[in-house]
C-alpha cells in the first residue's frame, strides 16, 4: 500500500480535478458565488480530501468508508456539473474535459474499492501492521 496518499494516482487526479473546477468555476456569475460555484468546489475538494483522509486511517475497513465518501462527493460533483450544463453556467467544451477527467477519478476509485474488497496481495499488504 501506498506509504502516503500523496502516491496514490486516484489521490492525485483527484486533486487536479479540485484544481480544474476551481479554475472552471471562477467565470460563474456573482450570483453563484455561494451557490453553485461553492457546491462545486467543495465537492471537488471533498473527493480529494476523503481519500487523503481514508489513507491515514488505520485499518482497510476505515479506507474503504472515506473512499465511499469520496465517491459520494464525486456524484455530487457529477449532479452539479449536469446543473451547471442545464443553466448554461458552464459550456459544452469545458464540460467535456471536466467529465473525462471525473470519470477517470472515478474509474480509479471504484477499481481501489475493489482491490481493497477482494483478498490477494493488495489486500494482505494493507491488513500488516
Known amino acids: 500500500m501506498a506509504r502516503s496518499y500523496r502516491d496514490l494516482v486516484v489521490w492525485?487526479?483527484?486533486?487536479?480535478?479540485?484544481?480544474?473546477?476551481?479554475r472552471e468555476t471562477e467565470p460563474f456569475p456573482k450570483s453563484e458565488t455561494y451557490g453553485l460555484r461553492s457546491q462545486m468546489r467543495r465537492a471537488a475538494v471533498s473527493v480529494?480530501?476523503?481519500?487523503?483522509e481514508g489513507q491515514g486511517r488505520l485499518t482497510p475497513g476505515e479506507f474503504q468508508?472515506?473512499?465511499?465518501?469520496?465517491?459520494?462527493?464525486?456524484?455530487?460533483?457529477?449532479?452539479?456539473?449536469?446543473?451547471?450544463?442545464?443553466?448554461?453556467?458552464?459550456?459544452?467544451?469545458p464540460i467535456r474535459h471536466v467529465e473525462s477527467e471525473a470519470y477517470q477519478v472515478?474509474?480509479?476509485?471504484?477499481?481501489?474499492?475493489?482491490?481493497?474488497?477482494?483478498?490477494?496481495?493488495?489486500?494482505?499488504?494493507?491488513?500488516?501492521p
Open 65 to 93: 468508508q472515506f473512499l465511499r465518501h469520496s465517491r459520494g462527493s464525486w456524484l455530487e460533483l457529477s449532479t452539479q456539473l449536469a446543473i451547471a450544463c442545464d443553466s448554461d453556467t458552464l459550456t459544452e467544451k
Open 12 to 22: 492525485q487526479k483527484a486533486k487536479a480535478l479540485a484544481v480544474r473546477i476551481y
Open 106 to 128: 472515478l474509474g480509479l476509485l471504484n477499481r481501489l474499492l475493489d482491490s481493497l474488497r477482494t483478498p490477494g496481495p493488495l489486500a494482505i499488504r494493507t491488513l500488516k
Open 48 to 52: 480529494a480530501s476523503n481519500i487523503a
